[in-house]
């Protein structure tokens, strides 16, 4: 389907801005009453949350921490395929970046929940901790780098009943990684009806082309039960906001053939077979107990560009000398073919007449001008498989001394496999005889968890009954390395010449690389809500936790909440918590293909305890220790529902990638020894580290009203988030420009404004979308920064149901196509911006691909 410059276009965009003209709304019903379905049956049904509190689910008003639910029908209206993209417009804290040309990083994409690394915030699926994926974010943006957080895209809109996110420190309580907060996905549970969807869209460039089927439908499992069963395929092109290098039209112009019309592509990866099946099983055993299970199966094919490679500069590939002379090599064996080293580069290396005689008509003598006169640019890619598996059973004891105790017991497994490929590139040392596509390896993490939860309300004479609640969880991840296929790691004959070892770009994971890492921790918890009054109650969680790698750590939350009056109540907590190192972040080495001060430098990442690490700053890692405090306000007026809470969160020795450090000559001696390949052609390396603090506060403020209004039923929701963070203590392991990066590269202010209006046979959907300054960052080079200006962008759909089954929709993502900030044409030094191809900052937290146009039909049942 193609909408650009067409009739269809033209009229989806006038339907769409007449619709939704005047509308004011903010993309998320974050915390609201009803989204707009619900609405129309009864706008007063409370939310309720089963995260954060180990007592009954209670309403998102009652609770002592700010908690958000997203319906999966709002999630449905936000426009997009893709989760991470959906809760970004839902939640103004979430924020997540497309990372073009970022390694692993454009695979799996990393958020960040009010300002933190994606591994900060702890994902669970119907309340289970949720494995992480394989990928670790090598190039993740300064914020993200070497994160490794659970994927979440893969989690498909149609299987979800809700999404509730817990905007609060909650290590206490579940563990690890909630140092930001929590996101529960909670899936359908309904034992009959489901829907059928088919969408289609594209971005107003005619490019991005994206189809997507999803279905859910919900069966009876015997008459005591219920199986609800999920899928979704989609497929996305590429897209390509880019313009020519000026390197490659200099080459061009020069007469060097097979130069590309755009050597090097920004834009969304191409995406292919994307499927994810979930399914969610319940069945009642008794009248006091019941069975559950639930899981998923989710693969996809993922494909993006990387950095060109110039047939003139390219080191260990065409110069070794930053373009002065030609990299030539002997193929004799011998080193008998008497090749030329000296012959100089110019505008056009093939005119060259030294090198016509010497090189290309010699048989003994090779350049890979030869081979690839125009240079070359690798294509970076993976298949990523996700799978995940709960059995549990829960219920009410019915007899002993834990008579009216509830009990939960269950164990999950979960796996991420993520198998690396590369495209359109060499391994240099294997000179003519080098393949162009390989196999660099595979990553995959693996987790086991087992849990026995416990609960009892105990009558001492207050308000209502103490709930007292305590478990054990036994904890187990293994993170393993797969090497690659022989050509991708291998060193040639060619290596003693100066070409370099591996597949150009992403060379393979040797045999020697390869190994399998595991770690197992246990806890213990308890939990106790005390309502003193009917107007105030107070938490208090406590939870130790052991490592078999590192030892143990104790942490608490203490929580209160008090009615000042019927309508108005205040809220609060202070916790501690901590994210302990994952076990690849521990022992993962990589070698990765970066630009250092404008130049494509390769830079290796080495585990912290290597040799060289240490000698340059590395230590064992250590858990992340986090101190968070939150005060807020709930006030209910009628119709209005109204949240504003402050939060300041302090974490200390956090783990993130050290800055890239310059390799000295000594250095890459002691590095060869060590057997680390293509040493020689490595510029830097970096290393996981312990290396700085951080305090991160804000506000969130969020509001709701529901009304009959223009002959049909309305909610409208506002939500906004002021966030900032400041490196409280770094050193030069970690660098100016990464501090600078994590302060300043996602926007202080961000907020939503929705408006969701039902009638009998249509519905709209509209929100604003308000980005505030951020830092713009291309290339991930300091002298290319700057601030970029706030903006808004506006989201819509209009659906018409033609009959109670079926309906239609047309709806846009950035409906008036509000364009990303674009590059300065130079940067503070003089450079040009577009020496990379680029046209817009890649930190945009709106994207640089623009407008986004879609179609649905949807079948109910």
């Known amino acids: 389907m193609k909408f650009k410059n067409n009739a269809l276009q033209q009229a989806i965009k006038f339907a769409l801005a007449t619709t939704t003209a005047g509308l004011f709304v903010s993309g998320s019903v974050v915390a609201a009453e009803q989204a707009a379905e619900e609405t129309k049956v009864n706008k007063n049904v409370e939310k309720i949350a089963v995260v954060g509190t180990r007592s009954a689910p209670r309403s998102i008003g009652d609770s002592p921490v700010p908690i958000d639910i997203i319906g999966g029908e709002e999630l449905d209206k936000g426009g997009n395929t893709d989760m991470l993209e959906l809760l970004k417009g839902s939640v103004p804290s979430f924020n997540v970046h497309q990372n073009p040309i970022s390694d692993a990083a454009s695979l799996v994409r990393p958020a960040n929940l009010r300002g933190l690394p994606s591994d900060s915030t702890l994902v669970l699926v119907n309340g289970k901790r949720r494995h992480r994926a394989s990928v670790i974010a090598f190039l993740g943006g300064g914020i993200n780098d070497g994160a490794q957080g659970a994927d979440i895209s893969v989690i498909p809109s149609i299987a979800l009943k809700q999404v509730e996110v817990l905007r609060d420190g909650a290590a206490a309580q579940y563990g690890s990684d909630a140092i930001a907060g929590v996101m529960n996905f909670v899936l359908k549970d309904a034992s009959e009806g489901g829907s059928f969807e088919i969408r289609q869209g594209e971005y107003y460039e005619g490019d991005g082309d994206t189809t997507q089927i999803s279905g859910n439908v919900g069966l009876p499992f015997t008459d005591s039960g219920f199986a609800n069963l999920s899928f979704q395929y989609k497929t996305a092109d590429a897209t390509s906001r880019s313009v020519q290098r000026p390197d490659a039209a200099a080459l061009n112009a020069a007469g060097v053939p097979e130069v590309s019309s755009l050597a090097q592509i920004w834009g969304a990866p191409e995406v292919d077979d994307d499927i994810s099946i979930f399914g969610n099983i319940g069945l009642e055993l008794s009248n006091s107990s019941e069975f559950y299970m639930f899981g998923n199966y989710s693969e996809r094919d993922v494909r993006g560009g990387f950095y060109y490679r110039n047939p003139h500069t390219r080191p260990g590939v065409y110069s070794n000398d930053g373009g002065e002379t030609l990299l030539v090599g002997d193929l004799t064996g011998d080193m008998s073919g008497n090749c030329p080293t000296d012959i100089m580069i110019d505008d056009n290396v093939l005119d060259n007449q030294r090198y016509i005689d010497l090189v290309a008509n010699n048989p003994d003598c090779f350049a890979f001008n030869e081979m690839l006169p125009g240079g070359f640019t690798p294509n970076f890619g993976g298949n990523i498989t996700d799978t995940a598996l709960t059995i549990g059973t829960k219920g009410e004891i019915t007899s002993g001394f ?74 187990e991840e293994t993170f393993t390395v797969v090497s690659g296929d022989v050509a991708s790691f291998t060193a040639g004959p060619l290596t003693e010449q100066g070409f370099g070892i591996g597949s150009n770009g992403f060379p393979g994971f040797k045999p020697s690389d390869a190994g399998e890492y595991t770690r197992r921790n246990y806890a213990a918890y308890v939990d106790v809500e005390a309502p003193f009054t009917e107007d105030f109650l107070m938490g208090l969680a406590l939870r130790y936790e052991d ?44 070698v990765q293909t970066n630009l250092s001060s404008g130049v494509l430098v390769d830079s290796a990442l080495l585990p912290p305890t290597n040799p060289i690490a240490v000698q340059l700053g590395g230590t064992e890692l250590e858990p992340e220790e986090s101190q968070s405090y939150t005060f807020g306000a709930v006030w209910t007026i009628g119709d209005l529902f109204f949240t504003v809470d402050y939060y300041n969160i302090q974490v200390d020795d956090r783990i993130s990638q050290s800055d890239k450090i310059e390799l000295s000559q000594a250095d890459k001696d002691t590095l060869e020894a060590a057997g680390v390949p293509n040493v020689q052609n490595l510029a830097q390396v970096s290393f996981f580290t312990n290396d700085f603090d951080t305090t991160t506060q804000g506000v969130d403020a969020v509001a709701n009203y529901s009304t009959d209004l223009l002959g049909g039923s309305s909610t409208f929701s506002l939500a906004y988030n002021w966030n900032d963070t400041e490196v409280t203590k770094s050193t030069d392991i970690t660098g100016e420009f990464k501090v600078s990066r994590l302060e300043n590269d996602l926007p202080n202010h961000r907020a939503t404004l929705s408006w969701a209006q039902q009638w009998e046979n249509f519905s709209a959907f509209t929100r604003v979308n308000y980005y505030g300054e951020y830092q713009g960052v291309h290339v991930d080079y300091d002298a290319t920064a700057k601030t970029a200006d706030a903006a808004v962008t506006i989201d819509a759909e209009v659906t018409y149901f033609l009959t109670e089954e079926l309906s239609f929709s047309v709806g846009a993502t950035n409906l008036f196509d509000q364009e990303a900030e674009k590059l300065d044409f130079y940067d503070s030094t003089g450079i040009p911006n577009n020496n990379w191809g680029g046209k817009y900052y890649e930190t945009s937290p709106y994207g640089i691909n623009g407008g986004f146009y879609y179609v649905k039909a949807t079948y109910t049942f």
């Open 547 to 590: 490592y078999d790698s590192f030892g143990s750590t104790t942490n608490y939350k203490l929580t209160g909440q008090y009615h000042l009056t019927e309508d108005l109540n205040i809220r609060g907590s202070i916790s501690t918590g901590f994210r302990a190192p994952t076990v690849g972040q521990a022992n993962v080495s990589n």
């Open 402 to 475: 834990l008579e009216g105790a509830y009990y939960d017991l269950s164990g999950t497994v979960g796996y991420n496999e993520s198998r690396y490929f590369i495209y359109d590139t060499i391994n240099a040392s294997l000179g003519p005889e080098s393949p162009r596509d390989f196999s660099p390896g595979k990553y995959s993490q693996l987790e086991k968890n087992f849990n026995a939860d416990l609960s009892k309300g105990f009558d001492f004479g207050l308000a209502y009954d103490v709930n007292v609640a305590g478990g054990l969880e036994w904890h």
